[in-house]
């Protein structure tokens, strides 16, 4: 995406090169995937109480009553929400999973790639279905 | 194969221990939940659709696999949930007492059993399944 905080800026820098690399890890992005799983987790706990609260109100799942409560604007942010943080937060701990156990670099490489391409689809199809049944309900 | 170097200890060697157990199935159910994002996008997507559609969604929840999954769900949900709000107290740097993360884990475990109990007490009383 950017430029690798190697190099950018290299001669400006003052910092030694140690200073430099602290943090950064063997993959260079530093603490990201850590701190964004954490912060989708954080988003996660009401939005998963919520969403468990939501489906509570339907135990009979009648089609209309269903569609009735996800087209209520409040009901249909708060699910594309929830659904895309937890696509978003389901693709970092598989991540985690799959460099973890499995060890053949190219089962691995094509896996990670699946699962980015897999948690985008998932996420997009929450979205639309969701504001198709919102925006299809005026 | 014959092995001719030693192995280190592996799984087999140590006393179970509920923090162990609690790891192995944070991302145990992790994972599961991944699947469970799949049944969501599939009844959202359903739901877009027609009576039919989501007829043959909602006949798959009511089945006897389907409840069974979704109790599954239900507890993976709660498990997770709750074994992740430790590890965010224990990111923040509190709770690594040998006596405080014993104690978490045991109120991770009843708490999430809990939960599981209310919410499909609810389906029940509710009249959810047949």
Known sequence: ?138 | MQHARPLSPHLGIYEWRITMVLSILHRVTGVFLCLGAVLLAWGLIALAGNDATWATFSGFCASGIGTALLICWTFALMLHLCNGIRHLFWDAGAGFDKSQYFTSAWVVVIVSIALTVVVWLWVVLAGGVP
Request: hydrophobic letters at 60%.
């Open chain 1, 1 to 138: 995406m950017s430029v690798n905080p190697h190099e950018a800026d290299a001669r400006h820098d003052m910092r030694t090169p140690l200073a430099r690399a602290r943090g950064l890890g063997s993959a260079k992005h530093g603490v990201g995937h850590w701190w964004i799983e954490r912060v989708t987790a954080t988003a996660l706990i009401p939005l998963s109480l919520w969403f468990v609260w939501l489906v509570l109100r339907l135990p009979r799942l009648d089609f209309d009553a269903a569609h009735a409560l996800v087209a209520n604007p409040i009901n249909a942010g708060l699910l594309i929400l929830f659904t895309a943080v937890s696509f978003w937060h389901g693709a970092l701990g598989l991540q985690v999973v799959i460099e973890d156990y499995v060890h053949t670099r190219w089962v691995e490489l094509a896996l990670l790639v699946l699962v980015k391409f897999l948690a985008v689809l998932g996420a997009l199809a929450c979205a639309l279905a969701v504001l198709r049944i919102w925006l299809g309900a005026y």
